[in-house]
């Protein structure tokens, strides 16, 4: 059964950058899915970040582009997160996550994402 | 891209059946057949419940449907379990590899 989860530092200093990892196991990150990040600040909604697919093709949310970088590392199954500039604003809970296909069909952000890392919590302070 | 909008709250009694409306644009829900709801319990990570406006994944009860209608998609839960309660987020596929996700909706069941 496939499985995601994140790893990364817990604290990140105003300015600075957040870098997350989100490790593939019980399954390849060489399939055809995308694989995205979603974030949750305290008390709030779910906000999706961006997305990665195996061949490094990415798409990001136009309000955090400017900011945000995703990577694959296919010989270590597994996908991460760039964030900088950082500000308390970017306090959150942080997931990592598949995209299910549908069928043969594997569109970016069409099909719900079907399995999620427990989440880490990053928080932005001096 | 603005958020999806959802009532803040939605609830009833156990058997009862209960709506939750998730309104956007033409330019997502409007738009496309691929809008996905979740459901989130505190502390917890969000679980598929409805993906393509009306499709539920292996494993989600049948008590739980969508539909859409316009800008506007809904998720119904019939027969209400206590089980049921938790927060419930819309999200729709809103053109140019964005996706865009609501609100959120707390269901109580009473």
């Known amino acids: 059964q496939l499985q995601v989860q994140e790893s990364g530092p817990g604290l990140v200093e105003p300015s600075g950058t957040l870098s997350l990892t989100c490790v593939v196991s019980?399954?390849?990150?060489?399939?055809?899915?995308?694989w995205s990040w979603v974030r949750q600040p305290p008390g709030k909604g779910l906000e999706w970040i961006g997305e990665i697919y195996q061949s490094g093709s990415t798409n990001y949310n136009p309000s955090l582009k400017s900011r945000v970088t995703i990577s694959v590392d296919k010989s270590k199954n597994q996908f991460s997160l760039n964030l900088n500039f950082v500000t308390a604003a970017d306090t959150a809970v942080y997931y990592c996550a598949r995209e299910r296909c549908s069928g043969a069909s594997c569109y970016p952000s069409y099909y719900g994402m079907d399995v999620w890392g427990q989440g880490t919590t990053v928080t932005v302070s001096s | 891209q603005s958020a999806l909008t959802q009532p803040p709250s939605a609830s009833g009694s156990p058997g009862q059946s209960v709506t939750i409306s998730c309104t956007g644009t033409s330019s997502d829900v409007g738009g496309y057949n691929y809008v996905s709801w979740y459901q989130q319990y505190p502390g917890k990570a969000p679980k598929l419940m409805i993906y393509?406006?009306?499709r539920r994944p292996s494993g989600v009860p049948d008590r739980f449907s969508g539909s859409k209608s316009g800008n506007t998609a809904s998720l119904t839960v019939s027969g209400l379990q206590a089980e049921d309660e938790a927060d419930y987020y819309c999200?729709?596929?809103?053109?140019?590899?964005?996706?865009?996700f609501g609100g959120g909706t707390k269901l109580t069941v009473l």
């Open positions: 393509e406006v009306n």
């Open positions: 999200s729709s596929y809103a053109g140019s590899n964005n996706l865009v």
């Open positions: 019980g399954g390849s990150i060489s399939n055809d899915n995308w």
